[in-house]
C-alpha cells in the first residue's frame, strides 16, 4: 500500500482565515480523495482530485470554500478558506490504489481546530 | 442514495473472546467492494479487510474475518481473539456510486476489557 503523509498534523486557527493542508503520496495515483471527519462524526468526502483537472465537489461542498489542487501524481492540496468554528474537523485525504481493488488507503489525517 | 448502516454505536468485548460488528450497505453497483476500516486514537484510518463482491468465500485476515451476505447486502465483522490492541471505533464502508467513491457507515466504538 502506498505511504502517505499530511502537513500539518494539527492546528488552530483563528476565524476568519485560510488554512491549507498538504497531502503527500510515495507513488503516483490516479486518484484523490478529501475527507472531512467532524467531531464524533464518520467521514464525509468533500472531492476527489484527479491530476490535470478539476476536483470533483460533493453536494454540500464549494470550491470558493474548499479549493484543491493536485499540480502532479504523488501531490494535492485542500486549503479550508474562511474558517468558522463549524470547519473544526479532521481532514483526511486518501489515494484509490488502483481500478482492480478500488481500495483506499488513507493518510495520518489534518486535526483542525478555529477558535 | 446509496447507504451504510451501522446499527451498534458501542460495542464491549473480554480480551481474548469474539465479537461481531454489524453492517448493512445499498448499493447499486454489481460489482463492487467492501470494506471495514479501524480508527483507533491517533485517528488514522486503518483498513482491515476487503471483500469482493463477486466472491462467495468470505474474506479473512489473520483474526479478522467477514460474514458477506450478498443478497442480504450484509457485511459483518468478526473479531477473533480479541487483543486490547483492537480497542478503536470500526467503519464499514461500500461503494458511492461514480469516481470510486466510498460511503462509510456511523462506525461502532469497540471496548476490549482486560
Known amino acids: 500500500s502506498a505511504v502517505i503523509s499530511q502537513k500539518p498534523s494539527r492546528d488552530i486557527c483563528q476565524r476568519g482565515t485560510s488554512l491549507t493542508i498538504q497531502c503527500q503520496v510515495d507513488s503516483q495515483v490516479t486518484m484523490m480523495f478529501w475527507y472531512r471527519q467532524q467531531p464524533g462524526q464518520s467521514l464525509t468526502l468533500i472531492a476527489t482530485?484527479?491530476?490535470?483537472?478539476?476536483?470533483?465537489?460533493e453536494s454540500g461542498f464549494v470550491i470558493d470554500k474548499f479549493p484543491i489542487s493536485r499540480p502532479n501524481l504523488t501531490f494535492s492540496t485542500l486549503t479550508v478558506s474562511n474558517m468558522s468554528p463549524e470547519d473544526s474537523s479532521i481532514y483526511l485525504c486518501?489515494?484509490?490504489?488502483?481500478?482492480?481493488?478500488?481500495?483506499?488507503?488513507f493518510g495520518p489525517g489534518t486535526r483542525l481546530t478555529v477558535l | 442514495a446509496q447507504t451504510v448502516t451501522q446499527s451498534q454505536p458501542e460495542m464491549s468485548v473480554q480480551e481474548a473472546e469474539t465479537v461481531t460488528l454489524s453492517c448493512t450497505y445499498d448499493t447499486s453497483e454489481s460489482d463492487y467492494y467492501l470494506f471495514w476500516y479501524k480508527q483507533p486514537p491517533s485517528r488514522q484510518m486503518i483498513l482491515v479487510i476487503r471483500?469482493?463482491?463477486?466472491?462467495?468465500q468470505n474474506a479473512t485476515e489473520n483474526r479478522f474475518s467477514v460474514n458477506f451476505q450478498k443478497a442480504a447486502k450484509s457485511f459483518s465483522l468478526k473479531i477473533s481473539d480479541s487483543q486490547l490492541g483492537d480497542a478503536a471505533m470500526y467503519f464499514c464502508?461500500?461503494?458511492?456510486?461514480?469516481?470510486?467513491?466510498?460511503?462509510f457507515g456511523t462506525g461502532t466504538l469497540l471496548a476490549v476489557q482486560p
Open positions: 486518501s489515494v484509490d490504489s488502483g481500478p482492480s481493488t478500488d481500495t483506499q488507503y
Open positions: 471483500q469482493e463482491a463477486y466472491k462467495q
Open positions: 464502508a461500500s461503494p458511492g456510486g461514480a469516481t470510486n467513491k466510498l460511503i
Open positions: 482530485a484527479n491530476q490535470g483537472s478539476e476536483a470533483t465537489y
